[in-house]
């Protein structure tokens, strides 16, 4: 059993091989990896053998719990729109899922790749800068005997859905089915390929450390940056092409309120999340940051307190501010606590990480009130707040925690700095094509019926729901 368990902890020590062994350039030096939380490693083995079994089965226990993530955001979602939407929420978010699934499968991990995977790369000087992938299309030469870039791959795939749920709620009750479909096949091709190759994938942003000596190179272990941020600065982009629903700021420039239809599946969407997400940062901390598997515990302990002190923050501020809590925002602060555990979860303590997500738990319900009422953004489901701030937040944080090589702090900085001043224009000029290609908005009669009854026939609570027409004159 020992010796069982040694294997266990010895197969994630070629996960530390992810850019700073296999991705620097000729005659460069790499910084060791942090020394929290990492135990001892007294060997390495090749990045492309196989796991051990009692690895590959928790990691496959892990990859099952994942999609519970993508259930409680496609909830979330649903719940935080109208009635008269409801059902084509629930079955956007399947065809996003399905849609990102093939799609980063056929070609998507082609660019996306594994560190030591083959790669098109921009030399100067003596400096490589690895900016994309360049596996074969269809998975192909991928091996399926349990191969960390197999589950890295299964893992993306899921990762590539959940990215493109993210702007799925910010454009509810307003952005058509077949418009989203394709927006999240050019996504899940090659928006979030690239980024994830940069960040995964041994690309230019993770190997900083070993091509400028800047810490350990930009961290992400559980997809703040490849998954939330990069779904938040997305839904920020599509809110401001489809902009507002109908009748939010009609009169005056102060928003109107319109709740969420459903609270019952906010609030389970959120208990859903739970599990999926400590799945999902398990997983990352395994593949792409080489900790060793007894110090999982830490990454589930502080993604469970990161959501309970983000939660626990939103209540008291709302409770505060509007005497009573408000339901919505609670459930918004407990994601974003989630969202910043994807950042800190394998290298904070447990009170770095407490701290972190009480602050922004606390921040998110002013975010979401100035992003509405001062910026006059759209966004049922507070996502641009949510996703892209809180985990923009993380990345920020991480760099301010100790443990690291020097440099670790201007690191972060220039991976932010890359998402906000290069990826978020690229992001914003392909749904502006898109939107031209195919338009987003569906028009003011599909609006005024409702999703549901405009584009699937029928609506989600036929018996049950009576809605009155707020676009009529009063």
Avoid at 293 to 307: D, F, G, I, K, R
Avoid at 369 to 379: G, Q, R, S
Avoid at 380 to 398: E, K, M, Y
Wanted: with cysteine; glycine share 12%; aromatic share 10%.
């Amino acid at each position: 059993m020992a010796a069982a368990a040694r294997r266990a902890g010895d197969f994630v020590i070629d996960r530390v091989t992810f850019c700073f062994c296999h991705c620097r350039p000729p005659g460069g030096t790499a910084w060791p990896l942090p020394c929290r939380p990492f135990s001892s490693r007294p060997g390495r083995r090749s990045k492309l053998m196989p796991l051990d079994t009692v690895s590959a089965v928790l990691c496959l226990l892990l990859l099952l719990l994942a999609p519970l993530a993508l259930c409680g955001i496609a909830l979330l979602n649903t719940g935080l729109g109208r009635s008269r939407s409801a059902a084509q929420s629930l079955l956007g978010a399947l065809a996003i899922i399905a849609v990102a699934a093939i799609v980063f499968c056929m070609s998507g991990f082609s660019f996306a790749a594994y560190p030591g995977n083959t790669n098109y790369s921009l030399d100067l000087g003596s400096t490589s800068w690895n900016w994309i992938g360049a596996r074969p299309l269809f998975l192909g030469g991928l091996h399926w005997t349990g191969t960390p870039a197999s589950f890295a791959a299964a893992l993306e795939a899921l990762a590539a859905g959940f990215a493109a749920l993210i702007p799925w709620g910010s454009g509810a009750d307003r952005w058509r089915l077949g418009s989203v479909c394709l927006v999240t096949a050019v996504f899940a091709a090659f928006a979030f390929p690239v980024v994830t190759h940069w960040v995964w994938g041994g690309g230019w942003l993770a190997t900083l450390g070993t091509s400028f000596h800047l810490g350990a190179g930009f961290i992400d272990p559980g997809g703040a940056a490849a998954v939330q941020a990069l779904g938040g600065l997305s839904a920020l982009a599509v809110v401001w092409i489809l902009g507002p629903r109908r009748t939010k700021f009609s009169g005056s420039s102060m928003p109107r309120a319109i709740p969420g239809h459903h609270m019952i599946y906010v609030l389970l969407g959120c208990l859903l999340l739970l599990p999926g997400w400590m799945a999902f940062n398990c997983l990352g901390a395994i593949l792409f940051t080489g900790i060793a598997l007894p110090s999982l515990v830490l990454v589930a302990l502080n993604t469970l307190l990161c959501a309970a002190a983000a939660l626990l923050a939103a209540m008291l501020v709302t409770g505060l501010r509007f005497r009573k809590p408000d339901a919505s925002l609670c459930a918004n602060g407990w994601v974003s606590g989630l969202v910043v555990s994807s950042a800190l979860a394998p290298y904070a303590s447990p009170a770095e990480a407490l701290l972190a997500a009480a602050l922004a738990g606390g921040a998110l319900p002013f975010l979401v009130e100035w992003l509405e009422v001062y910026a006059h953004i759209d966004d049922p489901s507070g996502a641009i707040a949510v996703h892209g701030i809180s985990g923009l937040w993380g990345l920020f944080v991480l760099g301010l925690l100790g443990g690291f090589p020097p440099g670790q702090m201007l690191a972060q900085l220039l991976g932010i700095g890359t998402l906000l001043g290069l990826v978020f224009p690229l992001l914003y000029g392909m749904h502006w094509l898109l939107n031209k290609l195919l338009r987003y908005r569906t028009s003011a009669e599909g609006e005024r019926l409702g999703m549901d009854l405009h584009e699937l026939g029928a609506g989600a609570y036929p018996e049950f729901v009576i809605y009155g027409d707020e676009f009529l004159p009063r």
